[in-house]
């Protein structure tokens, strides 16, 4: 029997009890391999998603949603390494990644 990661939805819930991600542009900081980005880039503008490490990324572009395929862009980097400006994310989300 497969392991149901949040079958009650109670993460899902939490996270868009804590945050609008409608419209937003979203960083989101070690997404692993994006099970966490699932449950709110339909609502966002767009996300940027990293995590520095390969296979993570990998599995999570071989299982992203083909309609969320447009909004999310996957990078395998350390948030250290991003050469991008803070002004360019409305928010930035950090979920399991210490």
Known sequence: MPVLLDPEDTET???HDYA???GKHVLE???GDGRLTWRYADRAACVVA???VADDI?????DCPAGLR???EFCVARLEDLDFPPEKFDLAL???SL
């Open 50 to 52: 990293i995590d520095p």
């Open 94 to 96: 950090l979920s399991w």
């Open 70 to 72: 447009h909004q999310i």
């Open 58 to 62: 990998a599995l999570a572009l071989e």
């Open 29 to 31: 900081i070690g997404c």
């Open 20 to 22: 609008d991600f409608t």
């Open 13 to 15: 819930r939490a996270l």
